[in-house]
Structures are given as structure tokens and as C-alpha cells.
């Protein structure tokens, strides 16, 4: 078995995108969610604020999980684009090394 790590920053910048993108998705889709769901659509919905409070409840708490899930999607794809920077600096420094010791 090899000890050889092999990395390739083309696909990790990529995937990094990929994050990116789908937390760009999300928050569009939060934003039409806020829309269709808000406070005072539930109340008109189920009559009055007593009836309406533990769906707007539940709201609130699925609107907050869904900005933090794209918060760490936006996290995540920033990280991995870092993390690709970071290889590509190296593998650079490496390659000038190298071509300075011949």
C-alpha cells in the first residue's frame, strides 16, 4: 500500500463551487420560503395568533436551521477554495525549489 497523497486542486476548486453554488440555492429558496410562510400569513391561515403560534413556531425554528445550513455551505465551499489556494502555493514553492537545485 502507498503512503503517496495525491490531490487534485482542479476537482477540490470544483467541489468548492459546487458548496458555493447550492448555498447560493439555498438562500433564494429561504428567501421564497419567508415569503410563502410568513407570521402573518400563518395567523390569517389559521384564524388568529393563539392558533397560529406553534406553526409559527415551527417556523421560526426551520427558517433559522435553513440560514444555518446555508451559512456552513457558504463556510464549507470558502474553506475547500482555501484549502486549494494553500496546495497550489505549495505545489508552486515546491516546483521553484526543485528547479532551483538543478
Do not use: C, W
Not at 26 to 49: C, K, N, T
Not at 60 to 69: I, K, R, T
Not at 87 to 96: F, K, V
Amino acid at each position: 500500500m502507498s503512503d503517496e497523497v495525491r490531490l487534485s486542486t482542479e476537482e477540490l476548486h470544483k467541489l468548492g463551487a459546487t458548496f458555493e453554488i447550492r448555498a447560493e440555492e439555498l438562500s433564494r429558496q429561504l428567501a421564497a420560503f419567508r415569503r410563502r410562510a410568513d407570521a402573518e400569513a400563518l395567523r390569517d391561515g389559521f384564524g388568529d395568533d393563539e392558533a397560529a403560534r406553534p406553526y409559527r413556531e415551527l417556523y421560526e425554528q426551520a427558517e433559522q436551521a435553513l440560514v444555518q445550513l446555508q451559512q456552513r455551505l457558504a463556510e464549507v465551499g470558502g474553506g475547500i477554495k482555501e484549502t486549494v489556494a494553500n496546495a497550489q502555493a505549495a505545489e508552486d514553492e515546491l516546483a521553484e525549489m526543485m528547479r532551483s537545485v538543478k
